[in-house]
């Protein structure tokens, strides 16, 4: 599709309101406290969606009427929230339902507003099922970052207003928000005494009103629900060779007119210092698709990327990580054994050893209660070694049944799994292949707890796919066979899925002759 790639930014530049690697929103907002709070438990509660941190000092937060000021260098690390709010503590149900929570702001107590507040009757925001009060976000130079309101043709008509200098923090501001170009999202409801209005998930375009109201935390935790927008990342190309740099394609499924979201923006950020992290000394990039559904970049040099997508809205927001691979082959990580080494009464050792550990993003290891679902123990990031490395972890010994595997991940994002031992140190359902190397038939025995079916996955020395297919499993021992004799002489790595019984991914390597 369609590519357009429009300025490359440091830290230190700005193409927009917002700054560059951070996108802040208006993520809810009550307008209408209940009966049993205070017109002062009215909050606007602003989100960084990152992925960088913003200095949001200096911005104004606004109704029309009256403006807040936030203090100078004030900063919102990506994922965090920001609440704004007519009093100090908001007990359980009057900011969020499942505590009580502490405003980072009080504008009846900051010195930070362009007049004194109303604490009482409609408080800030014009409360009631018929009000059609905006809330905007402006930065210092009074460029808008968010607006939001009920219906644009019901807007209430704004005034003249000169910002609080914050003490001389900040530059005092003139402006009215009728005389500015701003372009609203409209929520369409009306308000309800009680609800906020909320995004439907946290950076969406969609807004509901919210009775599970969640100030300082995750939209819609309880009542649920789903974008009207998703993406589906896809590695075209996940290396960087000469003449053919790294390229993705990012699908955006969407249930109504295209025309609506496009064209979509996107900030993609390279780790060009080399540290192995996505922060402000990095190398920024914005750019526009205009074409639906795909967004296609490629030109990707080496290194890891941080990519967040945004519709023309400025919302239904997304972030996601990958890397683009030095050119070459990359092999898969090779995993020589998995044991356990060591037990005593309360603790035990496991140990493994792992080759073509060059190949290696990290391992996990991981246990589970049931066989099934598996947690984190310990994970161990690769660390610039090459060849063999042996690895030896102590847990808690318990005594009532548990298990533990190893996830291993490639520099190339793929997953492996190694056997699941059980709390005797045991292999459970594990299964081995044979011969290795192998000719024209692969074997493998493995052992079932039901009937089922298995997918599995083949993929040669370079991580690509080269067969795919099921097998059907019996309860109790089953040999399977895997014919060979298309494909070329190498190294090869088989992947079995999971089952509907609960049956873990596990991976074979081995060599075709």
């Given at each position: 599709?369609?590519?357009?790639?429009?300025?490359?930014?440091?830290?230190?530049?700005?193409?927009?309101?917002?700054?560059?690697?951070?996108?802040?929103?208006?993520?809810?907002?009550?307008?209408?406290?209940?009966?049993?709070?205070?017109?002062?438990?009215?909050?606007?509660?602003?989100?960084n969606?990152?992925?960088?941190?913003?200095?949001?000092?200096?911005?104004?937060?606004?109704?029309?009427?009256?403006?807040?000021?936030?203090?100078?260098?004030?900063?919102?690390?990506?994922?965090?929230?920001?609440l704004?709010?007519?009093?100090?503590?908001?007990?359980?149900?009057?900011?969020?339902?499942?505590?009580?929570?502490?405003?980072?702001l009080?504008?009846?107590?900051?010195?930070?507003?362009?007049?004194?507040?109303?604490?009482?009757?409609?408080?800030?925001?014009?409360?009631?099922?018929?009000?059609?009060?905006?809330?905007?976000?402006?930065?210092?130079?009074?460029?808008?970052?968010?607006?939001?309101?009920?219906?644009?043709?019901?807007?209430?008509?704004?005034?003249t207003?000169?910002?609080?200098?914050?003490?001389?923090?900040?530059?005092?501001?003139?402006?009215?928000?009728?005389?500015?170009?701003?372009?609203?999202?409209?929520?369409?409801?009306?308000?309800?005494?009680?609800?906020?209005?909320?995004?439907?998930?946290d950076?969406?375009?969609?807004?509901v009103?919210?009775?599970s109201?969640?100030?300082?935390?995750?939209?819609?935790?309880?009542?649920?629900?789903?974008?009207?927008?998703?993406?589906?990342?896809?590695?075209?190309?996940?290396?960087?060779?000469?003449?053919?740099?790294?390229?993705?394609?990012?699908?955006?499924?969407?249930?109504?007119?295209?025309?609506?979201?496009?064209p979509?923006?996107?900030?993609?950020?390279?780790?060009?210092?080399?540290?192995?992290?996505?922060?402000?000394?990095?190398?920024?990039?914005?750019?526009?698709?205009?074409?639906?559904?795909?967004?296609?970049?490629?030109?990707?040099?080496?290194?890891?990327?941080?990519?967040?997508?945004?519709?023309?809205k400025?919302?239904?927001?997304?972030?996601?990580?990958?890397?683009?691979?030095?050119?070459?082959?990359?092999?898969?990580?090779?995993?020589v054994?998995?044991?356990?080494?060591?037990?005593?009464?309360?603790?035990?050792?496991?140990?493994?050893?792992?080759?073509?550990?060059?190949?290696?993003?990290?391992?996990?290891?991981?246990?589970?209660?049931?066989?099934r679902?598996?947690?984190?123990?310990?994970?161990?990031?690769?660390?610039?070694?090459?060849?063999?490395?042996?690895?030896?972890?102590?847990?808690?010994?318990?005594?009532?049944?548990?298990?533990?595997?190893?996830?291993?991940?490639?520099?190339?994002?793929?997953?492996?799994?190694?056997?699941?031992?059980?709390?005797?140190?045991?292999?459970?359902?594990?299964?081995?292949?044979?011969?290795?190397?192998?000719?024209?038939?692969?074997?493998?025995?493995?052992?079932?707890?039901?009937?089922e079916?298995r997918?599995?996955?083949?993929?040669n020395?370079?991580?690509?796919?080269?067969?795919?297919?099921q097998?059907?499993?019996?309860?109790?021992?089953?040999?399977?066979?895997?014919?060979?004799?298309?494909?070329?002489?190498?190294?090869?790595?088989?992947?079995?899925?999971?089952?509907?019984?609960?049956?873990?991914p596990?991976?074979?390597?081995?060599?075709?002759?």
């Open positions: 599709m369609f590519l357009s790639l429009c300025v490359a930014l440091t830290m230190g530049q700005s193409a927009s309101a917002q700054a560059p690697g951070g996108k802040v929103v208006i993520n809810e907002f009550m307008p209408w406290p209940s009966n049993a709070c205070a017109a002062t438990s009215e909050f606007v509660e602003l989100l969606f990152g992925p960088l941190a913003v200095n949001i000092g200096c911005y104004i937060l606004t109704d029309g009427d009256y403006s807040i000021t936030i203090p100078p260098n004030t900063i919102l690390q990506p994922g965090q929230y920001y704004i709010s007519g009093q100090t503590l908001l007990p359980i149900n009057c900011g969020n339902i499942d505590s009580a929570v502490h405003a980072d009080n504008w009846n107590t900051c010195g930070c507003t362009s007049g004194s507040i109303p604490t009482t009757g409609d408080g800030w925001l014009t409360d009631g099922g018929s009000a059609s009060e905006q809330v905007v976000l402006l930065d210092a130079s009074l460029n808008v970052v968010d607006a939001v309101v009920r219906d644009i043709t019901l807007k209430e008509t704004s005034s207003i000169t910002t609080s200098s914050v003490s001389g923090g900040c530059g005092a501001k003139v402006f009215d928000l009728d005389a500015m170009t701003i372009n609203y999202e409209m929520i369409g409801s009306s308000a309800g005494r009680a609800n906020s209005f909320a995004r439907r998930l950076g969406d375009c969609d807004w009103k919210q009775p109201i969640s100030a300082h935390a995750t939209n819609n935790t309880h009542s649920g629900g789903a974008s009207e927008v998703t993406y589906e990342l896809n590695i075209v190309e996940a290396m960087d060779c000469t003449g053919a740099h790294g390229s993705i394609d990012i699908f955006v499924k969407f249930t109504r007119d295209y025309a609506e979201i496009f979509m923006k996107y900030t993609i950020i390279r780790d060009s210092n080399g540290n192995n992290a996505i922060d402000a000394n990095d190398e920024i990039t914005i750019g526009y698709d205009s074409v639906p559904p795909n967004i296609s970049i490629d030109g990707l040099v080496q290194g890891m990327y941080s990519i967040t997508l945004e519709s023309s400025g919302c239904f927001l997304a972030t996601f990580q990958f890397s683009i691979l030095n050119c070459g082959p990359v092999l898969p990580v090779r995993l054994y998995f044991k356990r080494a060591e037990k005593t009464a309360t603790t035990q050792a496991f140990e493994w050893k792992l080759a073509d550990v060059e190949y290696l993003s990290s391992v996990v290891l991981e246990s589970s209660a049931d066989g679902t598996f947690s984190p123990e310990r994970t161990y990031k690769a660390d610039g070694s090459t060849g063999t490395k042996v690895y030896r972890q102590s847990v808690p010994y318990q005594s009532a049944p548990s298990y533990y595997r190893l996830r291993l991940v490639g520099i190339d994002g793929k997953v492996t799994f190694s056997q699941v031992l059980n709390s005797d140190g045991l292999p459970v359902g594990s299964g081995i292949v044979w011969p290795n190397p192998a000719a024209s038939v692969l074997h493998i025995d493995l052992d079932s707890r039901a009937s079916t997918t599995y996955q083949l993929t020395g370079q991580g690509v796919p080269v067969r795919n297919g097998f059907i499993l019996q309860p109790g021992a089953n040999r399977l066979t895997l014919p060979l004799g298309s494909l070329p002489a190498g190294v090869y790595q088989l992947q079995l899925g999971t089952t509907s019984t609960g049956a873990q596990i991976s074979f390597r081995f060599v075709k002759q």
